[in-house]
Structure formats: C-alpha cells, structure tokens
C-alpha cells in the first residue's frame, strides 16, 4: 500500500511513525503546510501532487476539521484512491455524500480512530453486526469532558478548575467548545448508529446537551445521592423506530460507567444474542488513534471497505421520559414539572428529552443531567 | 460450510439455533448421545459418521471435557476439516498438540468463545497483534466466581448461600470445583497469554488460588479498608521473561475492576500503541458462546486459521512481591512476613507469588488475596 498522508500534527505523525517499520505499507508523500524533511516520504504544501500521483492508492486524512478535508477526501475517492480518516465530525456531518460515493466508486472508506480512538470500536461493531442485530449504541465518548467530571468528582474542584488543568495537560484544546458542549460526542454517536444499525441518523433530530455550565455544587448534590455524573451519548433502535441523545447524566457508584477515571472512554453496544458488551480505552491521544488508522490501512489491504452500507435517512424521534436534576436556571414551566429539590437544583418528575432539551436551549446558562432509569 | 457438530447441550443447541437461518453454513450432523429429531440435521452416536463424511468440512466441538474432546479434533484435524471449539480446558491442556497439528496439516482451528464467552476477545488480541506487541493480558475471566463474590459483598451472605444461589440460577455447577477453586480462569489465562505473547506457557509453571474458603468476615475487612475481592488472572511479558497467575485480589472500590457485577467478564490487554484496552460482556451462556463459535466459523470461511503462530514453549517465573491478606490458617513463617492484622486476618509484607503460592499448597484451608500493587 502507498499512502499520502494529509497533514503531520498529532495524529498523521503517529501514523507516520507507526508505518514506518512496517513492510506491507509505506508513507509516500506527507501533505504539511510547514517546511519538512522527512526521510521516507516527499513533502509537499499541495494537495494536486498526491492526487495525481497515480502510485498513491490510499489518502489517510489527519487534518481534522471539515473543510477542505472533506473536499480533499471527496476528490481522492473520485480518483479513484481508498480513505482511512479519524475526522468524526467530517464523517458525521457528510455521511450521506462520502457514503455513497465511496460505494460508487468501488474505494475503501474506513474511520475506525473516528470513535473512541485506540479501541477497535466500529471495525467490532462491524464483526457483530456478521450475526446479530444491534438494539443500541453509546457510552463516554469523550476524554476530555470525562477528565473534567472525573477531576471534579474526586477533588471537588470547580469547573474552570479542572478544564485549565486538563488543558495544561493537553487533554482539551484552548477553544474546549467542541468537547464540553457535547458536539464531539454527537458526531460519534451519530457515526456509531449509523454503522450498528445500518442507517444514517438525521444529526439535526438528535439533541445534545453539554457539560460548560457545571458547577462543583452540582457535583457536590450529586455525591449526596450517591451519583456520578457523566456525558453518555445514547442510541437506540426498536421496531424500526430510533432514539439518539446526549446529555449529561447520573450513574449510580458502583456501576461501570461511573467507575470510568480521568479521559479513558467505555463504550456500549447490546446485541440480540452477544448480551451487552462495553469496549474501554484510550479514547484519544497520538498512539492510540494512530493505530487504530493503520488497522483501518491493513483491512484496506484485505480488501475490506466500510462497516456497512450505506442506509436509509433516519430521523430520531425521543419519546422516552426521563427524570432530569437542573440547575443554573429555572422558571415556571420548570418549577410546574418539581418533583424535589437537590439543594438548590429542581429534579424533575419524569419529562420528554425532547422537552427537556427545548427548555434547554431556551435557557443556555443552565445544567441538566438525567436521572438514571429505574430498571 | 458443511458443519458436524459435536454435542447437543447448551451451546451445541445454541450453535445449531444460530447457523439454522443462514445461508452461508449449515449443520449437517450432529453427534449426540441422546435420540433426537432435528429439522435440518442428521443426528447420530457415533463420531465416524461425522469423520467420514467428507462433504463436512468444519467440526464444531461442544461437547467439552478433555475426552474424547481431544481424540474427535485430531481425528478430524486429520482428516482435514476445520476444528471450532469453546473448549478451554481442551486448548490450554493440549495446546501443544492441537496447534502445531492445524498448522501442519493447514486447517483452521479457532475457539474465541473459549474465553470470554461472548466477547470477541481472541479475535480482538489477533487484531491489535497485526500492529503491536502485548505486554500484559488478564483480568475477570470467570463469570461464577463473579457472581459468587459481588453476592457476598453486596448482601454479606456467606460463601454456601452464594454458591447455593448461583447453582440455583444455573451460573454455577452441581460440582463447582473447577470454577471456584480457579481453574477455568487458570485454563482461560494460558489462552490468553498464549495467543497475545505468541507463545505456550508451560501451564504447571502457573500458580493458581481460587475462592473456596472465603468467609463472610473476609468480605467484612475489605469493606472496612475500602476493597472489593475479585478472582484476577494475570500474564505479563518484559524482555523476554514471562510472569503468569490465578489469584484472589483486591481492587480498590470505585476501580474498573471492582465495579464489574453478577457472572460478568472484564478482560484487559494493555498494548505498546494503543495502551489499555479492557472489553466487557457476557463469559458464559447458551447464546453469548454460540455467538462466538458462529463468529468463528465465519472466520474459517473467510480464510482465517488461528490467532497466531505456534510459538516457543515458555516457563513462568513469578519474581514480583506482593502483599498478602491470608485468614483460615497460619503458621511461624506467615507470621514472621506479618506486617498487620485486618480483623483475626494477616496482612504480609511483600513477599513473592511464589512462596505465597507454595505457602498456600501447604495449607489448603486457608483464603489468600493479593493486596493491590501502589502505582
């Protein structure tokens, strides 16, 4: 396999150093906007001289972000050149363009590092779905939003707190928006479902709430009750109707979820005849998202193209309801579905995600977190 | 795939009830030792009918035991079918014999439900070993001991109840001396260790503690210091040396580990680029094992042999100290490494597996649990 490889910050230089040593594949030419020498492969600043080398059979994307990456990988796979990317906001947000297209063209489009980086996540996902239908998808997708709660949690730390220390750690970025604003966790659930159940999500009908306006007496109401919060994104399919969300939401110590430490991610599929199955790992970071890009390189090779295919547009109706803790803000509406008080915070008797979630929006300065459900 | 399964019990029954609606495999025989009507299979007594049927070419083996397990996967080895099996103790016993003879004779021989059940656990070591080098394997491999020991820490029930209880529930056998005194995770571990280091651990180099002699009063001193007791199997390789063991161990509360609950499996591996990986699920059951075994015989038809290539038999030497809680019994030398009491129980001071193991041979009625190493 000869590959050209876009863009050498974190991730494309771990894949770089990774292929290295390998005799099945090799690294030709490295798109970077800096000057570079590399000793194995040519470095250019335009994209032209690696879509029109015509030795380049496969484009590994690592330049995140949507444009022009999209445009980058829709070009390659009109030449006709087979894509391994780890952009899960690219790959969610035009799942229904790159999809299609990589059928027509007969290429090989993999994203495995796309979610939940080091762990082999949707290339799993795709060996389930082999035998068994898959009723739901989600879990901590996020490292840096589990690395904020997690430090709250266990030192009491206020939210601006933990965020600069995860920063200073390198665990969240100096505009932290995408992953405390739960976008970043969208964007692997959306991808998630659509490889377990073999559709594409409407991404508009499927609400997210963040973690931005969390305080440590939040966390403080929480422990009192024995909770843990954190991000869990939710997917779920039955009879042919589909539920997906992400929010913030209470897990009783003791469970697994709650037992999940600093910016590791546990991610959850049940399947008809497997049972429930949880993946935990390494959810970002070089290594581990530069790895699970080489496996997508090696199934490339043994002629393995994406997960499934492409399915029928789905749009994501939440009915379920749920009893949620809500802070920061409240007003009659509110106050008119209290069934207590948790210090100074309303928990609610049970209501729609989709109401709560309208509330929400109305009021951006609040917290809200969904009681878990008695089972 | 034409397939003569061997046995008709709860994974055999399951296995049939899996391939029935697929169209790429088909059980064609089955070996049982009962009369039997079946829909899609001939059903007989004996193993030849299978063995010389030659349009069978793979041998689901679910009868389990080590005889005639063994003799019917040679015969049919021989004869040049394919072997898929959940059979742990056969794989660990005669690993031996079993691998360099599929190789030899170039079939398939695959048994990913030999550990971990229904968790892709196998298959998921032979995709991280196309990229990475495993340094450690282990974790909870055995579903009855599980239940057992969250039972007693969450209702403070003793050992007989709880065992009682899980017998009841169909999680343990009438005769549970394989499960609880370790041995099913002592086989699941050599498996394990075997296909994510590439070699053949001589199994009796293996030191193996089960839970047979817990008490409720141990349950109770580790709760007062804040631990959960877990059966953990561990396999580590460092430059060439190799550390392997089955063993009681306390995990602090709030810990992966300690948070796992009733008969489920953790199973971890940590590797050079993706680091820690730890997978989840369903050990054991009629569906979660047949799952797996189907896995497997997709895998065969798609070309896949074993996980890995046999490799260079290797001897364990545990040099690493620990610390021991030990209670039922005592003698000068466990009170000479005594470093403090947890209730009428000893805490040791580092001392090696080794001898603690040697120590405990010494006096079966004792309870041994290795205290947690400070990282």
């Not at 035009?94 to 996540?121: K, N």
């Amino acid at each position: 396999m000869r590959i050209g490889l876009l863009g050498f910050g974190t991730v494309g230089k771990g894949v770089y150093k990774l292929v290295a040593p390998r005799a099945d594949m090799q690294v030709v030419r490295v798109l970077c906007r800096r000057d570079l020498e590399l000793d194995d492969a040519a470095v250019t600043h335009n994209f032209d001289d690696i879509l029109n080398d015509p030795t380049i059979d496969t484009v590994v994307e690592a330049i995140g972000g949507l444009h022009p990456a999209r445009e980058y990988v829709i070009a390659a796979m009109e030449h006709g050149k087979n894509v391994v990317t780890a952009n899960k906001a690219m790959v969610a947000v035009y799942y229904d363009e790159l999809l299609p297209l990589a059928q027509r063209m007969g290429v090989h489009f993999r994203c495995t590092a796309s979610v939940g980086g080091g762990i082999g996540w949707l290339s799993e996902l795709e060996r389930v779905r082999r035998i068994e239908t898959v009723s739901h998808v989600g879990g901590i997708m996020n490292g840096t939003c589990n690395f904020i709660l997690d430090s709250m949690h266990r030192t009491g730390m206020d939210y601006k707190a933990a965020l600069a220390q995860a920063q200073a750690l390198g665990y969240a970025e100096a505009d932290p928006s995408t992953d405390v604003d739960g976008i970043d966790t969208w964007h692997k659930l959306i991808i998630s479902a659509n490889v377990g159940f073999g559709v594409s999500l409407d991404l508009n009908s499927v609400p997210v709430a963040g973690i931005r306006n969390i305080q440590a007496s939040d966390i403080e109401n929480f422990k009192a009750h024995g909770m843990v919060c954190k991000l869990l994104s939710t997917a779920k399919q039955q009879d042919g109707s589909y539920s997906a969300y992400v929010q913030p939401t209470l897990c009783p110590a003791g469970t697994l979820e709650a037992s999940v430490p600093t910016n590791y991610n546990l991610i959850t599929l049940s399947g008809n005849t497997s049972g429930r199955q949880s993946f935990y790992g390494q959810g970002a970071g070089r290594y581990p998202t530069a790895y699970n890009v080489v496996q997508d390189c090696i199934d490339c090779l043994r002629g393995r193209g994406f997960y499934c295919s492409y399915g029928k547009k789905v749009t994501v109706i939440n009915k379920l309801k749920l009893s949620y803790y809500v802070s920061g803000a409240t007003d009659d509406a509110l106050e008119e579905r209290k069934a207590l008080n948790w210090g100074d915070a309303v928990v609610t008797r049970p209501v729609s995600i989709h109401w709560m979630h309208q509330w929400l929006d109305a009021h951006p300065g609040a917290f809200i977190a969904a009681l878990p459900v008695e089972e």
